[in-house]
């Protein structure tokens, strides 16, 4: 019991010490030393907090610009691989699998390699965006999906041919429940490639959101407000992951428990 | 698992009729676009055998920035896993330092450290330590969280056996938490594999005068002109991101065979 509370303790504390620790050497411009670098190229923390409070509605502009894509790329994309999901279930076995592993390979691919083609067909900024976005979440969804919907043991699918449920029934009352602890994993790990997939556009072709915003800060050689920017982005990437921890425990326990 | 003839060459013709019918849809397509009169058609969706042209015409310029962006991915790949594999196996020898550091390396996956390319590069001014540093920086993060994980794999029947072995800590290291952590060492070598390549890319894509990524900038800034080398360098990208993976699961086949997810031929 009490290694138990002693273990708590340290999971907390030793973050903090470390985090306080390191921040401290950092404002202290140990690193800048350490590295031999003037504080234009790595800015101080008191230094980015500072441009990031000067320039807060410009930042606030665009991380609304960034997370709206974000938002929409990862609805469209998490949407589309689940009802592709769906469609694979409907096919024979063996062709399933097949699309499957061949859907599975496709999420080991660099698809950003597909942004530059994308700029070309989809003009506009907050599309583009999301379509990369779409192309880059869809497989992980699908895969994950598609796999805790088949999976379900035979046993239970045997149980639900004795009550006659029908396919649909089974669906919903078997399938997607027994899917949803993968369904999380894939929500969960496709909002970093959201964000990876909206900073790359951003980085590449658009003027707009917080890629743009620490390529353009550097241009004009305000770095701390460049940092600002690349610390709003893990905010939000943190953010958005934690969202989702915190709603897979409250309206899935059983689920969060098992995966 | 082994498969009737039949079935097998049944398999065999489905992939084909798939093949088949994916090129004969992509002609159809591209005849559609080709027929507009969009300047940049033939950037947009070239004919199969145009881009498979393209390939083999540029084939000296693809390979030349290709092995650009493909070396500094793979020695950054290199540095971040062996600086991840020996950090995290340090770390997990004192319980308060891991419990200190895990929730950075956790919180460092839901970060887009790619957003980090522009600053980077505007600290090295210069490409390739750009593109290095970025590709290790990834695969770091991704390596050392696995193999943290994997370090602490072992169920603790086995810990109880060492113990009775009366092995001491760096004997239990060496044949037990070592050995557990293979196979999630390998998953975060799969995972990433193909992200130190996207790192390295987009380098090119920032900036940059060489590699892939510059070819595909080019193309579209030059309009039809540079049409000629998008699709091909795309489909180089993604073959060298394929080829990575596939060698990191070559390698995990070779070092670690007893791994369970391999005796299953899954993977």
Known sequence: ???????????????????????????????????????????????????????????????????????????????????????????????????????????????????????????????????????????????????????????????????RASTRQILTGLRIPAAVPQIFTALKYTTVLALIGVVVCEILKSHDGLGYEIHDALQLFSTPLAWAAVGILALVGIATYTVLVVLERALFPWAARRG | MSLAPGTKGRERLITAAVVVGVLALWYVAALLVQSGDDPLAASKLPYPHGVIEQIVDNRSVLAEAGWTTLKQALIGFAVGAVVGIFSSVVMAQAAWLEAGVIPFILAAQMIPMIALVPIAQNIFKNDDVTRIFIAAFITFFSVSIAVLRGLKSAPPPAYELMSSYNAGRAKTLRYLRLPAAVPMMFTGLRIAAPLSLVGSVLVDLSGAQSGLGYLMLAAITFGS???????????????????????????????????????????
Request: glycine share 8%; net charge neutral; hydrophobic share 60%.
């Open chain 1, 1 to 163: 019991m009490s290694t138990a509370t002693a273990t708590r303790v340290r999971n907390v504390v030793a973050p903090l010490v470390i985090f306080v620790v390191f921040v401290s050497l950092w404002q202290a411009q140990v690193f800048n030393d350490l590295f031999g670098l003037e504080t234009f190229a790595i800015p101080l923390p008191d230094q980015i907090v500072e441009a990031a409070g000067d320039n807060t509605a410009e930042l606030w502009r665009a991380f609304g610009q960034t997370f709206t894509a974000v938002l929409l790329g990862y609805s469209l994309g998490n949407g589309l691989g689940f009802v592709l999901a769906l469609l694979l279930l409907a096919l024979p076995h063996g062709a399933a699998r097949r699309a499957g592993a061949a859907f599975t390979a496709f999420q080991a691919l660099p698809i950003i390699a597909i942004a530059p083609l994308v700029a070309l067909w989809v003009p506009d900024s907050l599309w583009f965006k999301a379509c990369v976005v779409t192309i880059m979440v869809f497989p992980s969804m699908l895969v994950y999906a598609w796999r805790g919907m088949s999976g379900v043991p035979p046993e239970s699918l045997e149980l639900m041919a004795s009550y």
């Open chain 2, 225 to 267: 002109e540079g049409a000629a080398v998008l699709w091909g360098a795309m489909i180089v990208l993604l073959a060298l991101g394929f080829l990575m993976t596939q060698a990191v699961v070559l390698v995990e086949r070779i070092v670690a065979p007893w791994q369970p997810d391999l005796r299953h031929g899954k993977a």
